[in-house]
């Protein structure tokens, strides 16, 4: 335990909700419910320690690490090149992404390279808003429409952009577009996505060894007994992780869905030192669903 967290008892993290169903906050709109928010709670319990939540701002988070609010941020961050620089992490999950859109609407989009000259909404500050700008710049490259890119802070504002017709696709972590899908009428995800190092993990300060051990530690206390498989099935992610590791070790996740460009069937990933994995991702996308688009 970090000497600092034990004397003050608390941990605090930060959050940005409403993203369900990893965070969002009941009908009172300050409860917040979710499953990284049973999972902080679950973790801070193993720790002996209160959780304090923070909600702010997606884009917020990693400058707050930085100037040193918070113990850690839970937001489902993708561990990225880019965001190595700035913050350490802990893995809890597996993520990957999907494209929602209108049930019935003719819109047939696999991959980032089907969105040239779609109107497509997203969290603003996520990790796909990247592979937006990327995917865009090859359409125009050859020759079809830019992708129209709505950064939106709110991620219900995201989704109803679509449900009212300002936008043709939202674009978003996969249990987010599920889970999209499963509480708004008339919308369906159309194809699932899994990129070359698709794990979650919570942020933490750069440098706050001490901290990320804890945090591995608990999650791994949590895999072991049962409690994060309990948590995962209650809130039906499927983003089950093997094991809680830091952003300096190997990582290795089953990942039974996926196919990639060569048609293999992506079963495993192993990841070595994150740091090392140069910008830029490989995507392994399920077929386009039948009798959604």
């Given at each position: 335990?970090?000497?600092?967290?034990?004397?003050?008892?608390?941990?605090?993290?930060?959050?940005?909700?409403?993203?369900?169903?990893?965070?969002?906050?009941?009908?009172?709109?300050?409860?917040?419910?979710?499953?990284?928010?049973?999972?902080?709670?679950?973790?801070?319990?193993?720790?002996?320690?209160?959780?304090?939540?923070?909600?702010?701002?997606?884009?917020?988070?990693?400058?707050?690490?930085?100037?040193?609010?918070?113990?850690?941020?839970?937001?489902?961050?993708?561990?990225?090149?880019?965001?190595?620089?700035?913050?350490?992490?802990?893995?809890?999950?597996?993520?990957?992404?999907?494209?929602?859109?209108?049930?019935?609407?003719?819109?047939?989009?696999?991959?980032?390279?089907?969105?040239?000259?779609?109107?497509?909404?997203?969290?603003?500050?996520?990790?796909?808003?990247?592979?937006?700008?990327?995917?865009?710049?090859?359409?125009?490259?050859?020759?079809?429409?830019?992708?129209?890119?709505?950064?939106?802070?709110?991620?219900?504002?995201?989704?109803?952009?679509?449900?009212?017709?300002?936008?043709?696709?939202?674009?978003?972590?996969?249990?987010?577009?599920?889970?999209?899908?499963?509480?708004?009428?008339?919308?369906?995800?159309?194809?699932?996505?899994?990129?070359?190092?698709?794990?979650?993990?919570?942020?933490?300060?750069?440098?706050?060894?001490?901290?990320?051990?804890?945090?591995?530690?608990?999650?791994?206390?949590?895999?072991?007994?049962?409690?994060?498989?309990?948590?995962?099935?209650?809130?039906?992610?499927?983003?089950?992780?093997?094991?809680?590791?830091?952003?300096?070790?190997?990582?290795?996740?089953?990942?039974?869905?996926?196919?990639?460009?060569?048609?293999?069937?992506?079963?495993?990933?192993?990841?070595?030192?994150?740091?090392?994995?140069?910008?830029?991702?490989?995507?392994?996308?399920?077929?386009?669903?039948e009798g959604c688009a």
């Amino acid at each position: 335990m970090p000497a600092a967290l034990k004397q003050k008892g608390t941990l605090v993290l930060a959050t940005n909700a409403p993203y369900p169903p990893l965070e969002y906050c009941k009908e009172d709109n300050k409860t917040l419910i979710g499953y990284d928010i049973d999972l902080g709670n679950a973790i801070g319990a193993a720790m002996g320690l209160k959780v304090e939540w923070k909600n702010i701002s997606f884009d917020s988070i990693i400058p707050g690490l930085q100037a040193g609010k918070y113990d850690g941020g839970i937001a489902g961050f993708s561990i990225e090149h880019e965001r190595l620089g700035t913050v350490d992490f802990v893995s809890y999950y597996l993520s990957g992404g999907g494209f929602l859109i209108k049930k019935g609407s003719g819109t047939k989009v696999g991959s980032f390279a089907d969105l040239c000259g779609y109107r497509v909404a997203v969290q603003k500050g996520v990790s796909q808003v990247d592979a937006l700008t990327d995917a865009s710049k090859d359409c125009v490259a050859e020759g079809k429409k830019a992708i129209t890119i709505n950064q939106i802070p709110d991620q219900n504002v995201v989704v109803l952009n679509l449900a009212s017709g300002r936008a043709d696709v939202v674009v978003g972590d996969k249990p987010q577009v599920e889970y999209a899908a499963g509480h708004a009428e008339g919308l369906c995800v159309v194809s699932t996505y899994q990129t070359g190092h698709s794990i979650a993990g919570i942020a933490v300060p750069k440098g706050k060894k001490d901290v990320t051990t804890a945090l591995q530690a608990a999650i791994n206390h949590l895999i072991e007994n049962g409690d994060y498989a309990q948590i995962s099935r209650f809130w039906n992610t499927g983003v089950a992780v093997e094991g809680a590791t830091l952003s300096d070790q190997y990582q290795k996740v089953s990942a039974p869905w996926g196919v990639g460009p060569d048609g293999t069937v992506n079963k495993s990933l192993v990841f070595t030192d994150p740091a090392a994995i140069p910008p830029g991702h490989t995507y392994y996308y399920q077929p386009i669903r039948e009798g959604c688009a």
